[in-house]
């Protein structure tokens, strides 16, 4: 056999292996990472996060779930939790994070329904009640957070005021929402500890690994880009944020390490909004700045809600 064909049937194996390789490691990567969630994964406790979780027994019965269908036919699932007999306005949608559950935005929950809002708690798709075989990163998800708010227009009336916040993914979610012409209803955006791209994101959590990021990233970008149908390249939140004109509260702890805090500050610094402020948490972790200090978050938070929603 010639020595030239010999080469050939070489590399034609070569690359073989490494495109079956390239698209087993894409299945692993997108189902390890994004795969659905149906067990806890995060923390979700009082000393990481504040979280109170006695306080839905608190409010059981005033609370229901709601359903709505995303542009993709998945049917989502969120907490609803409203006042007694009162004839409310105001509504805050608290969209938690990565691999967590309602229960971890608890807090948040709290301090706005202490201030008499309705609180709607979604759960993103493709965690526990809400369909989809793959987490949205933020990405995927701000389509859905602009039906839930559409949800909350329809069960509350053209008058009713909205209030998107978020944290870590869901951070990143509102933030996206807010670039996308959201209904009128929406008044005001908070932001915790969002990313500012999903290839920023992922980058940040192999920072030690000495090689190339895109190397690898790259099967994770295959599964993503197969199963999901967009690039995580593609996925830039802070695109979004320049065409947003909502008033929105940036809000990072300085010792965050999964979403580093530059990332947060590229958000606030591409947000068009007129009305804007970043807050840092000193000595906060990953999602910690309420529990880092509860009282400075309330006011921080209070005080920007209550300038525009009263």
Known sequence: MQGWMIALIVIAAAVFVIAVGLMIGSVVATKKILGRVDTIKSKESADDYGVDSSWFDEVKSNTE???????????LAALLIKHDGEDVRRVAICQHGYTATPVSVQPFAKLFYDKGFDV???YARAHFESEGKYIGMAWLDRFDILRWADKVVELYGRNVSIVLHGVSMGGATVVAASGMNPPPQVKCVIDDCGF??????????????????????????????????YSIYDANITELAEKSKLPTLFIHGTL??????????????????????FVTFDNAKHAASYVSDPEKYKTVVGEFVDGIVK
């Open 65 to 75: 779930t709601v359903n709505i269908v995303a542009y993709d036919g998945n049917k």
């Open 196 to 229: 500012a791209s999903q290839y920023g994101e992922y980058t940040a959590c192999i920072e030690n690994i000495r090689l190339p990021k895109r190397l690898v990233l790259l099967p994770l970008a295959i599964g993503v880009r197969l199963f999901q149908g």
């Open 120 to 122: 709607l708690l979604p």
């Open 256 to 277: 965050d390490t999964f979403v580093p805090p530059e990332q947060g500050k590229e958000l606030y610094e591409a947000c068009a909004s007129a009305d804007k402020n």
